[in-house]
């Protein structure tokens, strides 16, 4: 029987679920011209969110429902940014979404489901939950990528998106299914027990956590299953690419560390390689086919499968502090997915979507703040010092020679200068090049975008200052 | 109040930048006094490190430490030396005056170039104070994107090539040392520089170390043959980028030489250094005949600051065959000692040259020599500094360009009287292409009417020529207070080589 205290232990998912059950009837009885309370109030739910999280964080770890359900620091900590993430995409979504007559209660309802499935997903406690909490996000990201539909392109990203994403789903069942199978038990506590024992099936197991590697390297966007990623972020609009691109991707790590910590830990020593492949097969795959792309948010999604490859190297190390570098690493990916959408979304107007990398030639004569703003954030995924993101990459790199892999880090040492080249050219076609002649560009007259946009970026730099306290809580989220 | 100068010195120029970008371009007269004023305040500021060091003693002194990144133990920490401080005030001296040269050459957004002109002399001065190897590796780096910025910006026509080229070769070098820090972090459980150097480490270790932190620094300096990048980046960069570009970066990477490889892997440094010394010598004699071929000024003096760059590794390395295998300490010190007074003068000699190109060069837009001829008719004054400099260019005594390189070539002489033969090949070829450069420029008759129609220089571009001469002249004559300045700090270093770590 669920007590009141299994519920206390939940409260934050209890909470937005309500609240996301009650936008949904204030949409229907709101009058379109009043949409904007319905935005603010989407905002401010998350923030209430994040409040929640916070402020319920308990000292120890804590479970509810019979184990399905794990309240630990490191998901207290996925879940802020998780919420945070969402919160930004809110505030730089709006005139995207007016300007082309998106701006709907769906897109406010389906985020955050979206974004409980995520919360759900990094706190679960059991293979069950683990699909829960997956098929959550996932459904609720299918229906916002084809949220345009009458554009054939989000309506093929979307197909896509969806075919694939069954697949993969299927395959995790099936892992799933065998690891049950094999140990006769769904609790990921109890899996992990179970797998330090001798006298399972060795094989059954192996297969078994082949598959649910597969699943979850779908789930980030690791080569060879990266395919979707491209197409999805250039068909999806640019507000909901950008939730791809964070809050799902941080779920995607919670996934991963429940999945192959929580309960597979006691075979490391198997996917630990596994994963070294498929960083490797990332890191080639994102960095070179990301150089000869023309359109940015194409190339942005290359970018991604190579930073998951960057976080793949923290997993592989597979101690506290390879998953406080990988968490770190999915964190600032996150902040700056961000930014960088958050830039194209401040540009695009109405039928025009700024999403070519020509679109952006000149940009510091039109306008040097946005400029400044972009190549903050293209230094910082490019892993420049003092950017946020060189400091995620030395990390993972750290966290990849303490386990022994020299070659892996010095793998992720080139492709980080192969990688230099495509963000570079942004910053060039922005500052070298001379504006098109007739092209408007000038970011959205939208106070607070520009305020929170311009905050967000610079967190990118001031992270990269200082950014101790942040990796003391990753750490601590993993101590034990 | 010497507490905090260091950081001041880093972050005055840094946060400086701020008002002058927020000036705007609707006010350029603002953001240029502003950015002056800063420069001012900064250069007076590293002034004050003169009388708060202590000369005598040698070591690394104002240290300032504050816990940066507590789980990593990692430290913001800074100290400086001798030879650190002889590099900032250099830095300074150099941040005054590429923003008096640029002042109403830089027309297009000049409140960017001002700001970005001070945040990299912000960074540079942290390099040269940064005593853990991750602050370091962070203002190495960070040097990279205001330069980067630079040349592409307000570069000549392939600057969008030579900025890509000169980022990315740069940081190739670099990301290989960071492989490098990371291992020796995990080992020693700090980036303190210190610890790090006293840390033992097996020859093989070593090896791998001494190849990482060579490839990031020769880049840097840069050294034959990865210095393909630098006359592209002369070439293309603005006249203040390629002063700053010669005078102060090129000697972080021989700085870098100093605080990495001598001290953390000084076996491996005494093994390899004929791999070293033949590759300065081989900058000094086959890059000075490369010089002499080249019918672009900017190209031929980054040709010419490779070649005088080698004279700062073959000092530096020098040194490890006199300490290990001569055991002359003596001999190794003034090595050493050459080379330093031959980082700073070839900053103001090099940081000189390039002004002056840059001087014709915004009345004739060409840099090509043979598009002149009898400029001295047309501009005596110009001509005098320009003759002037082109002396200490190719090391006549009585300029700074002599001291250096002549203590470097006894010290070799010392160790090999066959390295010091070729090394003293710069002497001729140094002269050969220098002056027949000034031949083709200066003298002769009026070929190209252009020429007539250039103009005098003004009294701004005289205020940065005089202040480059009073340096050139004051080192040469009498280089006494600088030797002594870095003279305790040399012979730390040099009896740290002795110190053998297997």
């Known amino acids: 029987m669920p007590t009141f205290n299994d519920i206390l232990i939940m409260l934050p998912e209890f909470y937005l679920v309500a609240a996301a059950c009650l936008l949904l009837l204030l949409d229907a009885w709101m ?44 998901a207290e900590i996925l879940k802020v940014f998780a919420l945070l993430c969402t919160a930004l995409i809110f505030v730089f979504s709006r005139p995207y979404l007016i300007d082309r007559k998106l701006y709907q209660g769906e897109f406010y309802t389906l985020m955050i489901f979206a974004t409980i499935g995520a919360m759900l997903l990094v706190s679960a406690g059991n293979l069950v939950m683990v699909y829960l909490g997956l098929e959550l996000l996932t459904l609720c990201s ?32 099936y892992g799933m299914s065998m690891i049950y199978g094999a140990t006769g038990t769904l609790s990921l506590a109890q899996l992990h027990g179970a797998v330090a024992h001798a006298g399972m099936s060795p094989n059954l197991m192996t297969f078994g956590l082949i598959f649910m ?19 999805v972020y250039q068909g999806a609009p640019t507000a909901v690419t950008i939730f791809v691109a964070s809050t799902s991707k941080i779920a995607a790590f919670g996934m991963a560390y429940r999945l192959l910590e929580s309960g597979m830990g006691g ?51 597979a101690g506290p502090e390879g ?57 910082s995924l490019a892993g420049v010092p003092p950017m946020f993101g060189f400091f995620a990459k030395l990390l993972v790199l750290e966290a990849a020679i303490h386990a022994g892999m020299l070659w892996l880090a010095i793998v992720g040492a080139v492709f980080a200068i192969i990688g230099l080249i495509y963000y570079l050219r942004v910053v060039k076609v922005m500052y070298f090049d001379k504006p098109v002649e007739g092209l408007e560009l000038r970011p959205q007259a939208d106070g607070t975008l520009r305020t929170v946009l311009s905050l967000n970026a610079l967190l990118l730099l001031g992270l990269g200052l200082y950014w101790g306290p942040l990796l003391g809580w990753c750490r601590a989220a993993f101590a034990s | 109040m010497f507490n905090h100068l260091l950081s001041l010195l880093i972050w005055l120029p840094i946060v400086g930048a701020i008002p002058v970008l927020l000036a705007g371009s609707g006010r350029p007269g603002l953001a240029r006094w502003l950015a002056l004023l800063v420069a001012v305040l900064t250069f007076i500021a590293s002034l004050c490190l003169l009388p708060a060091y202590n000369a005598a003693d040698g070591a690394l002194q104002l240290a300032e430490s504050h816990v940066w990144i507590a789980s990593l133990g990692v430290h913001y920490s800074l100290a400086v030396d001798g030879i650190s401080i002889a590099l900032i005030l250099l830095t300074t001296f150099v941040g005054i005056l590429v923003i008096v040269g640029a002042w109403e050459v830089i027309q297009d957004k000049p409140q960017q170039y001002m700001a970005a002109m001070l945040v990299l002399e912000g960074l540079m001065i942290g390099v040269f104070c940064a005593t853990d190897a991750l602050l370091f590796y962070v203002f190495f780096e960070a040097m990279l994107i205001p330069m980067f910025i630079l040349i592409g910006v307000w570069g000549g026509p392939r600057r969008v090539y030579a900025t890509l080229k000169f980022f990315i070769y740069t940081f190739l070098g670099s990301i290989f040392m960071l492989i490098g820090l990371i291992y020796l972090y995990l080992k020693a459980g700090t980036f303190d520089l210190h610890t790090l150097a006293a840390l033992p480490l097996t020859m093989r270790e070593q090896t791998w170390l001494f190849f990482a932190f060579l490839l990031a620094f020769a880049i840097k300096v840069p050294m034959v043959p990865v210095h393909t990048w630098l006359p592209d980046a002369h070439v293309e960069a603005p006249t203040g980028g390629s002063v700053v570009l010669a005078a102060v970066m090129l000697k972080v990477g021989t ?28 900058a000094i004699v086959y890059i000075g005949y490369v010089a002499l071929v080249q019918d672009d000024m900017k190209k031929l003096v980054a040709y010419s600051s490779v070649a005088h760059m080698g004279f700062v590794t073959l000092g530096i390395f020098i040194a490890f065959m006199l300490v290990r295998d001569a055991g002359n300490l003596e001999m190794a010190n003034l090595g050493m000692q050459g080379a330093m007074v031959q980082m700073i003068s070839h900053g103001f000699v090099s940081g000189a040259m390039f002004t002056c190109i840059g001087v014709m060069y ?52 010392a160790a090999n009287p066959w390295i010091a033969l070729f090394a003293a090949f710069t002497l001729i070829i140094g002269a050969a292409y220098t002056l027949w450069m000034v031949k083709r420029v200066l003298w002769g008759d009026i070929t190209n009417p252009h020429v007539h129609e250039m103009k005098e220089i003004n009294g701004r571009e005289a205020f940065v020529l005089i202040s480059f001469a009073a340096a050139v002249l004051a080192l040469g004559i009498w280089p006494q207070p600088l030797i002594h300045l870095m003279d305790a700090s040399v012979s730390q270093l040099v009896q740290q080589l002795a110190v053998h770590k297997i």
């Open chain 1, 142 to 173: 299918y229906g916002l990528v084809a949220l345009n539909r009458d554009s054939p392109l989000s309506s093929e990203a979307a197909i896509k998106y969806f075919v694939l994403g069954a697949l993969s789903s299927g395959m995790l069942l």
């Open chain 1, 267 to 317: 075979m490391a020593g198997q996917w630990q390689m596994m994963l070294a492949v498929l960083a490797v097969a990332s890191l080639a795959i994102g960095n070179l086919v990301a150089i000869v792309q023309t359109n940015l948010k194409r190339l942005l999604a290359y970018s991604t499968i190579s930073h998951m490859g960057y976080l793949l190297l923290g997993l592989v190390n």
């Open chain 1, 213 to 231: 590697i597969v699943g979850i390297s779908f789930k980030l966007g690791v080569a060879p299953f990266h395919m979707w990623i491209p197409d």
């Open chain 1, 31 to 74: 009058k379109p011209e009043q949409r904007n309370i319905l935005h603010w109030v989407s905002i401010l739910v998350l923030l209430v969110g994040i409040y929640l999280v916070v402020a319920g964080q308990p000292d120890v770890a804590v479970t509810a429902f019979d184990g399905m359900f794990v309240r630990d620091t490191a």
């Open chain 2, 362 to 413: 915004d009345r004739m837009h060409t840099r090509q020599i043979k598009d002149y001829g009898g400029v001295i008719n047309v501009m005596p004054w110009f001509g005098f500094f320009y003759v002037l400099f082109a002396m200490a260019n190719s090391g006549l005594p009585g300029t700074s360009g002599f001291v250096g390189e002549f203590m470097v070539v006894l010290a070799s002489f």
């Open chain 2, 255 to 282: 700085y870098g030489f100093l605080r990495f490889i001598l001290p953390i892997t000084p076996d491996a440094g005494d093994h390899y250094a004929w791999v070293v010394i033949v590759l300065s010598l081989v």
């Open chain 1, 323 to 379: 998953y406080a570098a990988a968490m770190f690493y999915a964190i600032c990916y996150a902040l700056m997915s961000t930014a960088a959408f958050g830039v194209i979304l401040a540009l695009a107007r109405a039928g025009f979507e700024c999403e070519e990398i020509d679109d952006f030639k000149g940009l510091n004569q039109r306008s040097p703040w946005m400029a400044f703003l972009m190549m903050l954030a293209m230094f």
